[in-house]
């Protein structure tokens, strides 16, 4: 497999060194870290909202630093959980004394370290809370995970949980609305092709060339089946069908869909999905507030999508709206 890098062992700190002069204004990079901060952190008056995880999910988790969403982003190495020493390092550089919030999605190294990390801060006097995210509604355990994984719905909490800080909202306030997210959120995604890991020399996993992996995780954890590649329409459908007979009501519900590129879907492909999505919830009378359609959640270089509804009502639709200046996320 093709990459343009130089040395595999340098991919993640020269990523974020080049990603620092694309957007110098915005963000900074902490010296002798993977961690990247807003420019002007810590941001006085305000709870702070971290995130983070595992390289090769660009534009998450550093993308969406800026104003009404991220504080800081802690990247590990490519599909690797960032360390505690990392995660503390971003929680000390953006505290700012009024407590500080970490969005985790479900694996079993990022929860752990997510949490040590917390334990450490706490222990320097940092107040700290957290939401464990786990939207796919694919499988209940992986190879990565104990329970659900966290997925591209994780973008929806740093956009809510966000505004709620950007709005003064207490660490418990932005705790209660990340929750809610999480509670309302689910996704499933697909994959038409694998990915490489820089430096692994091999794809992760192997489909042949009329097949798909349905269910897939982030990292190309298996899904619940491999079959046939089908029409556009038949695989949102097999998707979102998933998602609705989940735990959560949409019936006759207002909700946000999420169509998200996998890292080398073409945007085309994913707006054909979009348009059976939002038929297909016409018909079933959900109303759709929100669009997002576009790479938001990737695994490196993978074909495929995935699709995320977020139940919403009036509060989650006002975060929505408030506004976003992330690199990769503005509203």
Same mark, same amino acid.
Do not use: W
């Given at each position: ?10 991919? &993640?700190?020269?990523?974020? /060194? ?8 915005? &963000? ?15 941001? #006085?008056?305000?709870?702070?909202? &971290? ?65 040590? #990390?917390?334990?450490?801060? /706490? ?52 705790? /209660? ?36 992996? &349905? ?11 491999? /079959? ?74 993978? #074909? ?28």
């Amino acid at each position: 497999m093709k990459k343009v890098i130089n040395n595999p062992e340098n991919v &993640v700190r020269e990523m974020l /060194e080049g990603m620092t002069l694309a957007y110098p204004e915005q &963000v900074r990079n902490l010296e002798d870290t993977t961690v990247l901060v807003r420019k002007d952190a810590p941001v #006085a008056g305000k709870v702070a909202i &971290v995130s983070g995880g595992g390289s090769g999910h660009e534009p998450a988790h550093a993308g969406y630093i800026g104003r009404g969403m991220l504080d800081a982003a802690v990247a590990g190495e490519m599909f690797t959980s960032p360390t505690p020493d990392q995660v503390i390092e971003a929680i000390r550089a953006v505290d700012s004394g009024q407590g500080v919030f970490l969005v985790i999605k479900n694996y079993t190294g990022d929860v752990m370290n997510f949490e040590m #990390a917390r334990e450490m801060a /706490e222990a320097e006097g940092i107040s700290v809370e957290q939401v464990v995210v786990n939207d796919d509604v694919a499988v209940e355990d992986s190879s990565f995970t104990t329970g659900r994984r966290g997925i591209a719905g994780t973008v929806f909490v740093h956009k809510i949980a966000g505004a709620k800080a950007a709005a003064g909202g207490s660490l418990k306030e932005v705790k /209660e609305a990340a929750e809610k997210v999480v509670a309302n959120t689910r996704s499933m995604g697909v994959a038409l092709s694998p990915c490489t890991i820089p430096g692994a020399g091999k794809p992760n996993f192997q489909l042949e060339d009329d097949e798909m992996e &349905v269910g897939i995780g982030i990292h190309g954890e298996p899904g619940t089946k491999r /079959e046939k590649i089908a029409p556009a329409d038949d695989i949102a459908e097999e998707l979102l069908q998933k998602v609705l007979e989940d735990s959560v009501d949409f019936d006759k519900s207002e909700v946000a869909v999420m169509v998200n590129g996998l890292g080398a879907t073409p945007e085309s492909e994913l707006f054909i999905v979009n348009r059976y999505v939002h038929s297909k919830l016409r018909e079933k009378g959900i109303n759709v507030t929100h669009t997002f359609v576009g790479e938001y959640m990737t695994s490196l270089e993978m #074909a495929g999508f995935s699709i995320t509804l977020m139940k919403v009502d009036e509060e989650i639709k006002q975060l929505l709206d408030a506004e976003a200046a992330a690199p990769a996320f503005h509203r």
